[in-house]
């Protein structure tokens, strides 16, 4: 692996992990009432939001399951958001909806209930 490659891998899981502790930290802030639940539902739109843009491009499945992930971790952490509608809708094939994506959004279709 050439080092242009490893950097760019290092890039891609620091980027990884602090979206999943904004979503974490999102989460929590919404659990103790700081939030409203319409920012909540309002977050939640936006990375499904940005689910659909990125399912549709080449090259983007990564960053499909990264915004899944963070959705799951903030419903799992506040037990509020996403509509069960849009999660279905973002599930649909696309070329750059990896199986992990997919399974996440099952995942929380089930939290989601």
Known sequence: MA??????????RTRRRY???YAAFIGEIARLKILTVADITSTCGVILDGIMATKV????????EEYADCL???????????SVERVKE????????????RFALMDLLDILG
Do not use: H, I, W
């Open 90 to 101: 973002a599930m649909v094939r696309g070329p750059s909806l990896t199986n992990k994506a």
């Open 57 to 64: 491009q080449e090259d983007q499945g990564l960053l499909c």
């Open 72 to 82: 799951t971790k903030l419903v799992k952490a506040c037990a509020a958001g996403a």
């Open 3 to 12: 080092a242009a490659e490893y950097a760019a891998f290092v890039a891609l």
């Open 19 to 21: 979206r999943r502790g």
